[in-house]
């Protein structure tokens, strides 16, 4: 079975700062994928970011970019220079090796301050 | 863009009712998933579907059945409404059997209370 901890329910930010949210997993699997999901106030999941067990770099897109470390079976989410629209909650996510279902973790809520 | 959509924004029912959430999804994705999302626990996946009349199920598919009659929509019934059953409901919908690398895409969620 696969599982996602996110240990941090809520988190502040000081806007242009960047951010770590975190999220460690365990999973039998040899072959997994990683995903990071924000919910903004409206409801939708927008996806972020994907990270692959063999990939060798970090993931990165744009602002975002995930710090995966798989001996300690963390894939945690850096973002950087926050925005006031990255206020939100944050889901890190598993994918198991048949590509079909996530596992969530408890999510995290980022609160930007101006 | 793909496009998941689901029925309802805000739903209110009785207890005992019986409940349709219907999801629709526009890009012929194999895989749709039904989740239930509830504050601290994350989203947890009710059932999934792979296939027309194919259904699998997640981790707390108990007080709930699918329906997937057609590629394109995949239905969440509650047979006997409860109020624990009182949640924001998440479709969704991912295209390719075996490729882990596929984002899902969501629908906008649906907000039931039993009452």
């Known amino acids: 079975a696969q599982k996602i901890t996110q240990t941090q329910p809520g988190m502040f930010v000081q806007e242009k700062e960047a951010v770590t949210l975190d999220c460690t997993y365990d999973?039998?699997?040899?072959?997994?994928?990683l995903f990071w999901y924000k919910q903004p106030s409206s409801g939708e999941m927008i996806f972020l970011i994907y990270q692959g067990s063999y990939d060798e770099q970090n993931a990165t897109e744009g602002r975002y970019s995930l710090n995966f470390q798989k001996a300690r079976k963390s894939a945690n989410l850096v973002i950087s220079a926050s925005q006031l629209g990255d206020s939100a909650m944050y889901f890190c996510a598993m994918g198991d090796n048949a590509g079909n279902m996530l596992t969530f973790g408890g999510g995290t809520r980022l609160m930007v301050k101006p | 863009d793909v496009k998941v959509t689901q029925s309802s924004r805000y739903l209110v029912k009785r207890t005992g009712e019986k409940v349709f959430l219907e999801c629709v999804q526009d890009?012929?994705?194999?895989?749709m998933f039904w989740y239930r999302q509830d504050p601290g626990l994350g989203l947890r996946l009710i059932y999934f579907s792979y296939d027309v009349k194919m259904k699998e199920k997640g981790d707390i598919p108990e007080g709930y059945s699918v329906s997937r009659e057609k590629k394109e929509r995949f239905s969440l019934i509650l047979e006997s409404a409860s109020t624990n059953q009182t949640s924001m409901y998440l479709c969704?919908?991912?295209?390719?059997?075996?490729?882990?690398?596929?984002?899902?895409?969501f629908g906008q969620g649906t907000r039931l209370t039993v009452v």
């Open positions: 969704a919908s991912s295209p390719t059997l075996g490729q882990m690398n596929t984002e899902a895409f």
């Open positions: 890009m012929d994705h194999e895989n």
């Open positions: 999973t039998s699997d040899q072959s997994y994928g």
